[in-house]
Each structure stands twice: as structure tokens, then as C-alpha cells.
């Protein structure tokens, strides 16, 4: 049985940082699985943030490029986000994901990849 559980959210000033971790049961971040952290605001649909296969291969969406940086530790099975110079547009549900062991990384972006999501962690970035 997989299971992801997030931490590090919380509230921060914009300009400020954060660092978002996904633990992970029962799941091993294999060269051809992928993980992706994604982030919902209420009344919003589901949006992909960042993506990483195996620990090597990583993209991040266009709105956080050069601000967030995704990145795994296969040794200890755990996901990260780096957020720094955080805006009021980040607040979100954001939410740690993992694929089969195959991935489709011309479908990273489709939340119908993923079949493991956690219980997501609050971040809320005030002005």
C-alpha cells in the first residue's frame, strides 16, 4: 500500500520561502516512476507545479520557473519543493503525487497519471 504524506506548508509574507517535503510509504522512486507536486486553490482545478522521473530528469511549470525547484532523495523515498520569493498567487493546496512504474512524460502535466496522491499541505502567502 502506497502512501504520501506532505509537510513544510504554512504562512509565509510574499517574497519569503518555503520548503515542502512528501515522505513516502511503500513506494520507491525508480528511474521510471515520476513524482509531481501539484497545487489546488478553492474553486480552481488541479494544477501540475513541478515533475521529476526517477531523481535526474525535472521540469517545472512555466508560473514558477526560477522560483521553484523540485528534487527526491531515492536513499530516503522522500519528495521536495524549494519555493522561494513567494507570491499571493502560490496559496494553495499543494499536494505531492506519484506515478506507476512506468511514467508518461509527455502526460506529466495530467493529473490522470498519477495514481498516488497525499492529504495535501496548506501554503498561504500573504502581502
Known amino acids: 500500500q502506497v502512501q504520501l504524506v506532505e509537510s513544510g506548508g504554512g504562512s509565509v509574507q510574499a517574497g519569503g520561502s518555503l520548503t515542502l517535503s512528501c515522505a513516502t510509504s511503500?513506494?520507491?522512486?525508480?528511474?521510471?516512476?515520476?513524482m509531481a507536486w501539484f497545487r489546488q486553490a478553492p474553486g480552481k482545478e488541479r494544477e501540475g507545479v513541478a515533475y521529476?522521473?526517477?531523481?535526474?530528469?525535472?521540469t517545472v511549470a512555466d508560473f514558477v520557473k526560477g522560483r521553484f525547484t523540485i528534487s527526491a532523495d531515492n536513499v530516503k523515498n522522500t519528495l521536495y519543493l524549494q519555493m522561494n520569493n513567494l507570491a499571493v498567487e502560490d496559496t494553495a493546496m499543494y499536494y505531492c503525487?506519484?506515478?506507476?512504474?512506468?511514467?508518461?512524460?509527455?502526460?506529466?502535466?495530467?493529473?490522470?497519471?498519477?495514481?498516488?496522491w497525499g492529504q495535501g499541505t496548506q501554503v498561504t502567502v500573504s502581502s
Open positions: 511503500g513506494y520507491t522512486t525508480a528511474d521510471s516512476a515520476c
Open positions: 521529476i522521473r526517477g531523481s535526474s530528469m525535472t
Open positions: 503525487a506519484a506515478t506507476g512504474d512506468m511514467c508518461r512524460w509527455n502526460r506529466i502535466s495530467r493529473v490522470s497519471e498519477y495514481d498516488y
